[in-house]
């Protein structure tokens, strides 16, 4: 199914930022032929700066498939924002609460438009000390055997020299590299005739994590470590952990 083509305020979105990402970042862009041209496809990638959405969205629109993120919520209800994004096609997640699951209902209606869908499965900006991938959660695997659609997993890296993790003053020059890589579509074979009990989607969630951690590994050229679990950390599972952390 070919994707119904966008919206105005994605178009206005796109035209805006397009060309001070191009202008402003130097691009390590591998594996985008991984991208399908056309049908509902779900892309996911780790999570490591406020400002790597527009990284990982510039790589996903270059590559011809414009893109529905599912977002936190909090964003929508920011006056003119909230709602310019929801016109731009962006999906509210009410992270952590019983209306999380509204968003997938949102996200498989899309991927069955034969439209994009863009996934943190991590919902969050890892807590790993050295920015790996830490341990994900289930919605982008949900969406996936709910709709049958594809999961194309995507490292990337360099985000966070521009902007620090929960920074809020950007530094685009010198100009930074930013390094997007998409592997091919995560195997859930094994996973799409099973019930969907929660372990079968966490074992499929693991292989989906593993695949964007062996893509940053081969990016920064590193051994990566065990799965950072944040339920096992002490810290907040949303939010800056570091302004938490001060306030106690």
């Known amino acids: 199914m070919t994707q119904p083509p966008p919206g105005f305020a994605y178009r206005l979105t796109a035209a805006v930022l397009r060309p001070p ?4 970042t130097k ?11 056309d049908g509902g496809v779900i892309i996911v990638a780790n999570h490591i700066s406020y400002i790597d959405p527009l990284v990982f969205g510039h790589f996903i629109h270059d590559h011809g498939r414009p893109v529905r993120y599912l977002a936190k919520a909090s964003l929508f209800d920011i006056p003119l924002l909230g709602p310019f994004l929801r016109s731009a096609g962006q ?7 019983r209306t999380a699951g509204d968003a997938l209902a949102e996200a498989c209606e899309a991927i069955e438009s034969g439209e994009s869908i863009a996934i943190y499965p991590e919902g969050t900006i890892t807590r790993d000390p050295n920015l790996w991938p830490m341990i994900g959660k289930t919605g982008a695997v949900r969406v996936a055997l709910r709709t049958g659609a594809e999961i194309v997993p995507v490292a990337q890296w360099g985000a966070q020299h521009i902007l620090k993790p929960y920074g809020k003053v950007p530094k685009f020059l010198p100009r930074k590299t930013v390094h997007v890589h998409a592997g091919p579509p995560v ?6 005739s099973a019930d969907p009990h929660p372990s079968v989607l966490k074992k499929a969630t693991t292989d989906v994590m593993a695949a964007i951690t062996n893509l940053l590994a081969g990016i920064r050229g590193e051994t990566a470590p065990v799965p ?10 949303l939010g800056n952990p570091n302004k938490k952390a001060k306030k106690r």
Do not use: C, M, Q
Request: net charge positive.
């Open 228 to 237: 950072f679990d944040p339920s096992k950390s002490g810290l907040p599972t």
């Open 21 to 24: 990402l191009a202008a402003l």
């Open 91 to 97: 999906i509210p997640v009410h992270r952590e609460k």
């Open 187 to 192: 195997d859930l074979s094994a996973y799409r």
């Open 27 to 37: 691009r390590d862009w591998k594996g985008g032929e991984n991208i399908p041209a």
